[in-house]
């Protein structure tokens, strides 16, 4: 069965740093490709940024660029979220999720199989 826990969340201020996790268990993530999406509240769900999970080049929304850094610890099986200098349009939910090999394009909530079940992040002034 596979699982996607995220942690990490939490209160912070605008300017602050923030790193969330996702740890995956339940198969072999190789080829696979790992994404955050983010949803706030009476908002869609949006593209955050994906990476693969062999550690390719990664993909980032426009809004995160430069601000935000995903990775990946193999050994840990875990996702990582860096995001610093954050802002209040930053305030979601903050979801893990896994896709196999597929055509829908990476930024897109169809090309995942496996979704955890969320982390809150909320920024402050």
């Known amino acids: 069965q596979v699982q996607l826990v995220e942690s990490g969340g939490g209160l912070v201020q605008a300017g602050d740093s923030l790193r969330v996790s996702c740890a995956a268990s339940?198969?072999?993530?190789?080829?696979?490709?790992m994404g955050w999406f983010r949803q706030a509240p009476g908002k869609e769900r949006e593209f955050v940024a994906a990476?693969?999970?062999?550690?390719?080049?990664?993909f980032y929304a426009d809004s995160v660029k430069g601000r935000f850094t995903i990775s990946r610890d193999n050994a840990k099986n875990t996702v990582y979220l860096q995001m610093n200098s954050l802002k209040l349009e930053d305030t979601a939910v903050y979801y893990c999720a896994a896709g196999g090999p597929g055509s829908n394009p990476y930024y897109t909530s169809r090309r995942y199989y496996y979704w955890g079940q969320g982390t809150q992040v909320t920024v402050s002034s």
């Open positions: 339940g198969r072999t993530f190789n080829g696979y490709l």
């Open positions: 990476i693969t999970w062999s550690g390719g080049k990664p």
